[in-house]
């Protein structure tokens, strides 16, 4: 992971970005954005995203964006804001990029269009962190929930009861989000739906495309074109 001195807007409008903060793993597809203020450590892999970006500074980060990164909704009017940037800034013309007035348009709008995006908490306890961690890089599907508490040294009603304090999700959850992100990445890197189906430990592609359908609303294809 990095952070920059900036703040950053990126409004996705092809593909998708599965990006990674110190406490949660996000997948933010076309037609929302994502802010990340400045000094915030984050990371991500593409799959075939296009968009457009604005780099925002430190100060105006602190004095006008929010704190914490945030997806919202790229409605029409974000889309129109960011495009007039992004011709702008092809031409080089003077850096009106954050004037005033249209500061304020795109603050407002960002606020009325906070989206839901697909998130995947992490926990902070430090041996469920690396265990669920570990877990989530193959998303190995004989793992049970007692095996994965007895690795975390606890049982499994504690286990439980301490990562829903943790990450707000039951682990039944979270382990189908996981799951739903490690496919996606998968598919990034050129799996096909069925294939990755089978690496996700699915013993046809008809569940990882149920998953995929109550997460996002969309099938696997879809939203991999999208």
Same mark, same amino acid.
């Given at each position: 992971?990095?952070?920059?001195?900036?703040?950053?807007?990126?409004?996705?409008?092809?593909?998708?970005?599965?990006?990674?903060?110190?406490?949660?793993? #996000?997948? *933010?597809?076309?037609?929302?954005?994502? #802010?990340? @203020?400045?000094?915030?450590?984050?990371?991500?892999?593409?799959?075939?995203?296009?968009?457009?970006?604005?780099? =925002?500074?430190?100060?105006?980060?602190?004095? +006008?964006? @929010?704190?914490?990164?945030v997806v919202f909704n790229a409605t029409?009017?974000?889309?129109?804001?960011?495009?007039? #940037?992004?011709? !702008? $800034?092809?031409?080089?013309?003077? &850096?009106?990029?954050?004037?005033?007035?249209?500061? $304020?348009?795109?603050?407002? !709008?960002?606020?009325? /269009? *906070?989206?839901?995006? =697909?998130?995947? @908490?992490?926990? %902070?306890?430090?041996?469920?962190?690396?265990?669920?961690?570990? #877990?989530?890089?193959?998303?190995?599907?004989?793992?049970?929930?007692?095996?994965?508490? /007895?690795?975390?040294?606890m049982s499994r009603r504690t286990f439980?009861?301490?990562?829903?304090? !943790? %990450?707000?999700?039951? @682990?039944?959850?979270?382990?189908? %989000?996981?799951?739903?992100?490690?496919?996606?990445?998968?598919?990034?890197?050129?799996? /096909? =739906?069925?294939? %990755?189906? +089978?690496?996700?430990?699915?013993?046809?592609?008809?569940?990882?495309?149920?998953?995929?359908?109550?997460?996002?609303?969309?099938?696997? /294809?879809? +939203?991999?074109? &999208?």
């Amino acid at each position: 992971m990095h952070s920059h001195s900036h703040g950053e807007i990126y409004v996705i409008q092809n593909g998708h970005l599965l990006s990674t903060s110190a406490d949660a793993r #996000w997948l *933010i597809p076309a037609g929302q954005a994502y #802010w990340v @203020p400045a000094g915030t450590l984050h990371g991500g892999s593409l799959s075939n995203v296009s968009g457009i970006r604005i780099h =925002v500074s430190a100060d105006m980060t602190k004095e +006008f964006f @929010p704190e914490a990164a945030v997806v919202f909704n790229a409605t029409p009017l974000i889309l129109a804001l960011m495009e007039r #940037w992004g011709e !702008e $800034a092809e031409h080089g013309l003077p &850096k009106r990029m954050l004037d005033s007035h249209r500061l $304020a348009v795109l603050l407002d !709008e960002m606020a009325r /269009s *906070i989206a839901q995006p =697909v998130i995947l @908490p992490i926990p %902070t306890h430090q041996v469920m962190r690396q265990v669920m961690s570990d #877990w989530s890089m193959e998303c190995d599907e004989r793992a049970s929930l007692d095996e994965l508490a /007895s690795r975390c040294r606890m049982s499994r009603r504690t286990f439980t009861r301490h990562f829903r304090e !943790e %990450t707000g999700l039951s @682990p039944g959850v979270w382990m189908q %989000t996981a799951r739903l992100l490690r496919g996606y990445s998968l598919m990034a890197s050129g799996a /096909s =739906v069925t294939e %990755t189906a +089978f690496m996700l430990g699915y013993d046809s592609a008809t569940s990882f495309f149920n998953l995929c359908r109550r997460f996002t609303g969309m099938n696997p /294809s879809d +939203f991999a074109r &999208k």
